[in-house]
């Protein structure tokens, strides 16, 4: 993993032209595209009104091309574009609506004005990290992944560092099955701080486990834990990766080592009372869900229950379960509470009480918003409910 190569070109060194170095590579030479012109023109007070009016002027242009796309697609948008005053503005004032034209080319199937929109985009802000990250975006949405592999690359070296085109990287360089340069690339990082590249070095671990290099992940996260000790999702993530390996002791011990140094992270307990539930049983969880109660908010109290009602309904202790359904239903928001009487309702089922059972989802789906009722029905047809 902490290979040597140097970064921001993440590999790209030594390779012919890739067919994406049109869209970026102007923006990689030039400047801002005019960036600050207009703001330094006239005095403080004269600025920032051209500011605001420019603005303005770049919200309706904006509208236009909607209202052009709604009429008649990509070619009305565009119309409508050129048509418009505001498109006399500054490119530099422009590369949202540009980002927007080349969504309409993209909706519209016009694949060679999706380009060309990205780069007048990319020309306008080349430092402003969201236009390479969209322009990526719309490329990997196309399937031209050595695309945005090419624009990443060039985006680091304009942008660098930059934590979040890096995280992009990394992923692009696993799907191309590029192994190498994707470890040339983190290990470029390693002069980063730790905590600007933290969640690149996790997602590199991640890889290095799905390439069956378990123990050098392992490697990786226990020495982040070192190095920050005080970050909850890093001690989530190491534990998560010792059980998908099956070191389920291992992943209980750093939980409980975790939760005492990160007292109020939910997560962290979370995933505490599913390893006690898997190694000791659902007593273990009503044991540990005390001491979680003790620590973490009052809005996650009701989960807590939830997790020890669903340990005992799972070991068939029906009296057990419908005592911490109890506590979760008095403590649930109410938003919430359709998922405490689904959890009682398979409890009930499970025990052969389908009228119970039935009664409860009637509860559930009156509770449940919308988006959710198809999760009651399917409960409710195994209650033979339906």
């Given at each position: 993993?902490?290979?040597?190569?140097?970064?921001?070109?993440?590999?790209?060194?030594?390779?012919?032209?890739?067919?994406?170095?049109?869209?970026?590579?102007?923006?990689?030479?030039?400047?801002?595209?005019?960036?600050?012109?207009?703001?330094?023109?006239?005095?403080?007070?004269?600025?920032?009104?051209?500011?605001?009016?420019?603005?303005?002027?770049?919200?309706?242009?904006?509208?236009?091309?909607?209202?052009?796309?709604?009429?008649?697609?990509?070619?009305?948008?565009?119309?409508?574009?050129?048509?418009?005053?505001?498109?006399?503005?500054?490119?530099?004032?422009?590369?949202?609506?540009?980002?927007?034209?080349?969504?309409?080319?993209?909706?519209?199937?016009?694949?060679?004005?999706?380009?060309?929109?990205?780069?007048?985009?990319?020309?306008?802000?080349?430092?402003?990290?969201?236009?390479?990250?969209?322009?990526?975006?719309?490329?990997?949405?196309?399937?031209?992944?050595?695309?945005?592999?090419?624009l990443l690359e060039r985006g680091l070296e304009v942008c660098s560092p930059n934590d979040q085109l890096s995280l992009k990287l990394v992923r692009v360089l696993e799907r191309l099955q590029d192994h190498t340069a994707l470890r040339s690339h983190v290990g470029a990082l390693r002069r980063?701080?730790?905590?600007?590249?933290?969640?690149?070095?996790?997602?590199?671990?991640?890889?290095?486990?799905?390439?069956?290099?378990?123990?050098?992940?392992?490697?990786?996260?226990?020495?982040?834990?070192?190095?920050?000790?005080?970050?909850?999702?890093?001690?989530?993530?190491?534990?998560?990766?010792?059980a998908l390996l099956g070191n389920w002791r291992m992943a209980l011990l750093l939980a409980e080592h975790g939760v005492q140094t990160c007292l109020k992270?939910?997560?962290?307990?979370?995933?505490?009372?599913?390893?006690?539930?898997?190694?000791?049983?659902?007593?273990?969880?009503?044991?540990?869900?005390?001491?979680?109660?003790?620590?973490?908010?009052?809005?996650?109290?009701?989960?807590?229950?939830?997790?020890?009602?669903?340990?005992?309904?799972?070991?068939?202790?029906?009296?057990?379960?419908?005592?911490?359904?109890?506590?979760?239903?008095?403590?649930?928001?109410?938003?919430?509470?359709?998922?405490?009487?689904?959890?009682?309702?398979?409890?009930?089922?499970?025990?052969?009480?389908?009228?119970?059972?039935?009664?409860?989802?009637?509860?559930?789906?009156?509770?449940?918003?919308?988006?959710?009722?198809?999760?009651?029905?399917?409960?409710?047809?195994?209650?033979?409910?339906?």
């Open positions: 993993m902490a290979g040597g190569g140097r970064s921001g070109g993440g590999g790209g060194k030594g390779r012919g032209p890739r067919s994406g170095a049109g869209i970026g590579s102007s923006a990689a030479q030039g400047g801002g595209g005019g960036g600050g012109t207009n703001a330094a023109s006239g005095g403080g007070g004269h600025a920032e009104e051209d500011t605001a009016r420019h603005r303005r002027e770049v919200q309706q242009l904006s509208e236009a091309v909607a209202a052009g796309e709604r009429e008649g697609g990509y070619q009305q948008a565009l119309s409508a574009f050129q048509a418009h005053p505001a498109s006399q503005l500054p490119l530099a004032s422009l590369w949202r609506v540009h980002l927007e034209l080349a969504e309409c080319a993209k909706r519209g199937g016009v694949l060679s004005q999706v380009k060309r929109h990205l780069a007048l985009a990319l020309q306008a802000q080349p430092r402003t990290m969201q236009v390479w990250l969209e322009s990526c975006r719309t490329l990997d949405e196309l399937g031209e992944v050595e695309e945005c592999r090419s980063e701080p730790l905590e600007r590249v933290c969640k690149v070095l996790l997602d590199a671990a991640h890889f290095e486990v799905r390439a069956g290099n378990g123990k050098e992940a392992l490697q990786l996260f226990h020495s982040l834990l070192q190095r920050l000790p005080h970050q909850g999702p890093i001690y989530c993530e190491t534990c998560r990766v010792e992270y939910g997560p962290l307990w979370f995933a505490l009372l599913r390893y006690a539930e898997k190694i000791y049983g659902a007593k273990a969880v009503l044991d540990y869900g005390s001491f979680a109660l003790r620590n973490i908010c009052h809005e996650l109290h009701w989960k807590v229950h939830f997790e020890v009602a669903a340990a005992f309904s799972r070991e068939h202790n029906l009296r057990s379960s419908r005592r911490a359904i109890e506590l979760a239903a008095l403590s649930c928001p109410r938003h919430l509470r359709w998922k405490v009487w689904l959890l009682a309702a398979r409890s009930e089922l499970w025990d052969g009480s389908a009228v119970a059972s039935r009664k409860l989802l009637d509860q559930a789906k009156a509770d449940a918003p919308s988006r959710v009722q198809v999760s009651v029905c399917v409960e409710r047809a195994r209650a033979g409910g339906v």
